[in-house]
């Protein structure tokens, strides 16, 4: 009776956690269009790739340049000072092409930022995610070819002005980069906890014993509506203001059939059938696959969601095995203390010995096939978990 109380408890509470939980939101190429037309102009790859191009920005400007470091709940946080920035630093991928330069190709995966990174005892470098490399809730960061980016990606400082606020006047010479670049240890550090993707690229404390300063940690605030965060930007607080467009904002965009996107004029340098973003904008009508182009983003969120029920769900099971190994181990301290009056079933219990006589020798065969009890009762399997860690970084 015990079991069955607390197996319903189990579930009764599994079932509250579910209805607290708050799905994901998921913004759409419509809004990506809308928003980001204003500072750039949208390109139609080779296949019906989509990218958009930023405008009025200069030759040596690189993508996560202008803007600072923070470290957060959800790791490190970029916060860009450019008006793009909550959408092309926080979704989406950036890839330096031969012919049109820095691109974006959008994608409906929200993080702090997506980086990869490189450190030594010197300096700390970081360089924008291709759109070869995807997200995964149990191995992090992927990449669907032999990736190898170029020096001319990265941007490097000394460990003193890694949170500096204009962190772009400390960049180090691209000439300075090519000759310690090759030296330096490569790292992404990309994983979920529960709900929230985390960017623990370089651990905090290792740079704070390389930089000599404390790194506090700032709160994210969430900001649906883009006046408000427009607005509150540049507020100097312990928050950080992260717009995330509502669900209202993305429906109050027009869809278009005709996107004012052009046609590119020359063959990307981008490796097509590499990409693997949960986007597939191939088709000329855009708004018509909006379905197909956030499928595994869908995917995705839904994994971070079901990932945090699995754990509530694993540790809830882990909880209902002990106990009822402590019952089973009460249980049989008590039949240990107990006198066993009679071992064979009532059923089964001998009828008072007849008289002896000499003719009648051996036993009887209801004597030999009387069953026997068997232990029949195995320990429950014990559910083994494993967690992959990776190494501090070499000091």
């Known amino acids: 009776m015990k079991k069955i109380i607390y197996l319903s408890t189990v579930i009764i509470l599994l079932f509250i956690i579910r209805l607290n939980a708050k799905p994901i939101q998921e913004v759409s190429f419509d809004y990506f269009y809308s928003s980001l037309s204003p500072y750039g102009d949208w390109i139609e790859l080779?296949?019906?790739?989509?990218?958009?191009?930023?405008?009025?920005?200069?030759?040596?400007?690189?993508?996560?340049?202008?803007?600072?470091?923070?470290?957060?709940?959800?790791?490190?946080y970029w916060d860009s000072d450019e008006p793009f920035g909550w959408a092309t630093y926080h979704y989406g991928r950036w890839y330096d092409d031969e012919y049109y330069g820095w691109i974006?190709?959008?994608?409906?995966?929200?993080?702090?930022?997506?980086?990869?990174?490189?450190?030594?005892?010197?300096?700390?470098?970081?360089?924008p995610l291709p759109p070869y490399a995807s997200f995964s809730l149990n191995l992090g960061i992927r990449f669907s070819t032999g990736w190898h980016s170029h020096y001319r990606y990265w941007n490097f400082v000394n460990y003193g002005h890694f949170c500096d606020s204009h962190i772009n006047r400390f960049f180090i010479d691209?000439?300075?980069?090519?000759?310690?670049?090759?030296?330096?240890?490569?790292?992404?550090?990309?994983?979920?906890?529960?709900?929230?993707?985390?960017?623990?690229?370089?651990?905090?404390?290792?740079?704070?014993?390389?930089?000599?300063f404390r790194i506090p940690e700032r709160e994210i605030r969430i900001v649906d509506n883009y006046r408000d965060f427009d607005r509150n930007r540049n507020d100097k607080n312990d928050r950080i203001n992260s717009y995330r467009p509502s669900q209202s904002e993305i429906n109050n965009v027009r869809t278009r059939e005709n996107f004012e996107i052009k046609r590119g004029e020359?063959?990307?340098?981008?490796?097509?059938?590499?990409?693997?973003?949960?986007?597939?904008?191939?088709?000329?009508?855009?708004?018509?696959?909006?379905?197909?182009?956030?499928?595994?983003?869908?995917?995705?969120?839904?994994?971070i969601q079901s990932n945090?029920?699995?754990?509530?769900?694993?540790?809830?099971?882990?909880?209902?095995?002990?106990?009822?190994?402590?019952?089973?181990?009460?249980?049989?301290?008590?039949?240990?203390?107990?006198?066993?009056?009679?071992?064979?079933?009532?059923?089964?219990?001998?009828?008072?010995?007849?008289?002896?006589?000499?003719?009648?020798?051996?036993?009887?065969?209801?004597?030999?096939?009387?069953?026997?009890?068997?232990?029949?009762?195995?320990?429950?399997?014990?559910?083994?978990?494993?967690?992959?860690?990776?190494?501090?970084?070499?000091?």
């Open 104 to 127: 974006w190709v959008p994608d409906y995966t929200w993080g702090p930022s997506w980086v990869e990174w490189r450190y030594d005892n010197d300096y700390v470098g970081w360089a």
């Open 46 to 76: 080779q296949d019906g790739i989509k990218a958009w191009r930023p405008n009025n920005i200069s030759p040596e400007w690189k993508p996560y340049s202008i803007g600072r470091w923070n470290w957060t709940d959800n790791g490190w």
């Open 266 to 303: 020359n063959r990307s340098s981008l490796q097509n059938d590499k990409i693997r973003l949960p986007m597939d904008n191939r088709s000329s009508n855009v708004s018509g696959n909006r379905i197909n182009e956030r499928s595994r983003a869908a995917e995705i969120n839904r994994g």
């Open 308 to 395: 945090r029920e699995e754990n509530s769900r694993t540790e809830n099971r882990d909880n209902f095995r002990n106990n009822v190994r402590n019952d089973e181990r009460i249980q049989k301290n008590m039949n240990r203390e107990q006198p066993q009056i009679s071992q064979v079933p009532n059923n089964q219990r001998r009828s008072p010995a007849p008289e002896k006589r000499i003719e009648q020798r051996g036993n009887s065969a209801s004597e030999k096939n009387t069953p026997q009890r068997g232990n029949s009762q195995r320990p429950a399997p014990q559910q083994q978990r494993g967690q992959t860690h990776e190494k501090d970084p070499k000091k």
């Open 174 to 212: 691209e000439r300075r980069v090519s000759r310690f670049f090759e030296h330096t240890n490569y790292r992404t550090n990309y994983y979920s906890d529960r709900d929230r993707i985390i960017n623990g690229g370089i651990e905090r404390s290792f740079i704070e014993r390389r930089g000599g």
